[in-house]
C-alpha cells in the first residue's frame, strides 16, 4: 500500500496551498465577520468572490472520482488536498467541496436519472446553486435511520411529502434550490431497511417551510448552516424518485461512505491548524518567568497532539486506499473506525490549544471555538461514536464466529523446584 503522493497529487496540492496562502487565510477574518454580521439567511459576498479565482485556477470539484464530472481523483488522491481545505472553515466551499453539496452530488452522479443530472447536477457542480440533506427528525432518534417518521405517499403521478425535519444543511442559504428528501414509502414493509425512499425537491416547492437556523454551540450559518424545515402536504412528480420506491437506506450508506471520510480528511487539517497554532503561541506567552512552551505539560500535550494526527492521518489514509481497492463496502470497519476516531482526536487537540491560548481561545478571535464546534458536532452528524462503535464491535466479533470456543488447558508443564521453597528447606540447603 503506497501513501505517498502522486505527480500528479503533489502538483495540485502546490497548487492549493499556494492559493490558500494568497486568498484563504488572509480572507479568514472576514468571511467570520460576514457570517456573524449578516446571518445564516444571506449570502455571504467573500465565499462569492472567492469562488471564480478557485475554478480559474483549476481547484474545483476535487472530490468527485468520476472523471465525467469531477476531477477523477481516488478517495487516497484526494486524502491530502481535502485536509488541506480542512484547515479553514471557509475553504471547502470556495472549492465547491463542501458538505453537504459534495454527497447530494455524488448521489445525483450514482443514483439520479439523466433528466435529475441535467436538472440539478450541473448546476450544482457549476457552483449556480446549493442544496439540502433533510434526514434528521426532531421527534425521533435519527441515528437509527429506520426511525424516520416522515411520509411519502403516492397520488398517481406524484408523491406527497410530510414530515418535519431538522440539521437540514444549507436551508437558510438562498442560493438553495433542490432538498435531498429521505422519507418512509413503505412503513408496512416487513424489511426495515425497504421502508424508506429517497426523493428530489424543489426548495420553492408550495409546502416547503424553512423554519429557523440552528445553531451550533452558539454557532448560526458556519459552517453549515444547520436549519429546521416542516413539509407539509408537498407534492412533487414521481420521476422525482431516486433510484426507486424503497431504495433510501441503501442511497443513504452508499452517499454517507465518502461523506463520513471527507469530515475525517478535513479534521485532521483543523488538528493540525490547531496544533500549529498551540505551537506559536505557547512560545510567545510567558508565565512565572518562563514560556508556557517550555512547562512539562505543554510540552507533553503538543507530543501527544502530534501522536494523535499522525495516527488519524494513517488510518483515514488505509480507509481511502481500502475504499478505492475494495469498495466502501469492505472498507466499513475502517469508515467507523476513522469515523470514531477523528473527530475524538480533533476535540481534544483543539481543546488543548484552547487551553494554551488562555482566556481568549474561549472567544473567537482566532477562531478555536468555531473549530471545537465542528469537530464536537462531527462525533455526531453521520452517525454517532455509539452507532459506529456498535457497528465496528458487531464486524470484529463476525470474523471469529466460525472459530472454536476457547477452553482452558488440561495439560500444564511442571514448574522446577525452587531453591529457596519449602521443599528446599526440608532438605537443608540454606
Given amino acids: 500500500m503506497n501513501l505517498g503522493q502522486d505527480k500528479h497529487t503533489s502538483e495540485l496540492m502546490s497548487r492549493l496551498e499556494a492559493f490558500m496562502e494568497e486568498h484563504i487565510y488572509p480572507n479568514e477574518e472576514r468571511f467570520f465577520r460576514e457570517s456573524s454580521e449578516l446571518g445564516p439567511w444571506s449570502v455571504w459576498p467573500v465565499v462569492e468572490e472567492l469562488k471564480p479565482l478557485a475554478r480559474d485556477a483549476g481547484l474545483w470539484n476535487l472530490f468527485l472520482p468520476d472523471s465525467d464530472y469531477g476531477a477523477g481523483l481516488t478517495n487516497l488522491q484526494y486524502a491530502p488536498l ?27 452522479v ?7 443530472r441535467a436538472q440539478w447536477l450541473l448546476p450544482l457542480l457549476n457552483g449556480e446553486i446549493r442544496s439540502s440533506f433533510a434526514m434528521t427528525e426532531p421527534a425521533v432518534a435519527s441515528s437509527d435511520a429506520t426511525n424516520i417518521e416522515s411520509s411519502i405517499v403516492r397520488d398517481g403521478d406524484e408523491y406527497i411529502l410530510n414530515g418535519r425535519k ?29 421502508q424508506q425512499s429517497m426523493i428530489l425537491v424543489p426548495k420553492n416547492t408550495a409546502g416547503v417551510e424553512v423554519l429557523r437556523p440552528l445553531p451550533v ?27 426507486g420506491e424503497g431504495r433510501g437506506f441503501e442511497i443513504a450508506q452508499g452517499r454517507l461512505g465518502p461523506g463520513r471520510i471527507h469530515h475525517c480528511m478535513r479534521l485532521v487539517g483543523l488538528a493540525e491548524r490547531a496544533l500549529e497554532m498551540m505551537c506559536q503561541r505557547t512560545q510567545h506567552r510567558v508565565t512565572f518567568g ?28 488505509k480507509t481511502a486506499h481500502l475504499m478505492d481497492t475494495v469498495g466502501n463496502k469492505e472498507a466499513r470497519r475502517e469508515i467507523a473506525m476513522i469515523k470514531i476516531a477523528a473527530p475524538q482526536m480533533a476535540c481534544k487537540v483543539i481543546d488543548w490549544a484552547i487551553q494554551a ?60 523446584k525452587s531453591s529457596t521453597g519449602p521443599e528446599a528447606r526440608e532438605g537443608g540447603i540454606e
Wanted: charged share 25%; hydrophobic share 40%.
Fill in 82 to 108: 481535502c485536509e488541506v481545505m480542512g484547515r479553514s472553515h471557509l475553504a471547502p466551499e470556495v472549492f465547491n467541496c463542501s458538505a453537504p453539496d459534495t454527497g447530494n452530488m455524488e448521489t445525483l
Fill in 110 to 116: 450514482r443514483y439520479g436519472t439523466d433528466e435529475q
Fill in 166 to 194: 431538522w440539521y437540514t444543511t444549507n436551508a437558510t442559504d438562498p442560493r438553495c434550490e433542490i432538498i435531498i428528501f429521505m422519507g418512509k414509502s413503505a412503513p408496512n414493509d416487513p424489511d426495515r431497511h425497504r
Fill in 217 to 243: 454551540f452558539n454557532f448560526y450559518g458556519m459552517p453549515d448552516r444547520a436549519s429546521e424545515v416542516l413539509f407539509t402536504d408537498v407534492r412533487v412528480p414521481a420521476s422525482n424518485m431516486l433510484l
Fill in 290 to 317: 518562563r514560556p508556557i512552551a517550555e512547562q512539562t505539560v505543554t510540552l507533553e500535550r503538543i507530543a501527544e497532539a502530534r501522536i494523535a494526527i499522525e495516527q488519524t492521518r494513517l488510518l483515514t489514509l
Fill in 357 to 416: 491560548f488562555g482566556g481568549v481561545g474561549t472567544a473567537n478571535d482566532f477562531g478555536l471555538p468555531a473549530m471545537f464546534a465542528t469537530a464536537r458536532l462531527l462525533r455526531l452528524a453521520d452517525g454517532p461514536d455509539e452507532v459506529h462503535r456498535n457497528q465496528l464491535g458487531r464486524l470484529e466479533l463476525r470474523r471469529f464466529e466460525d472459530k472454536e470456543p476457547l477452553r482452558p488447558r488440561t495439560e500444564w508443564v511442571a514448574w522446577p
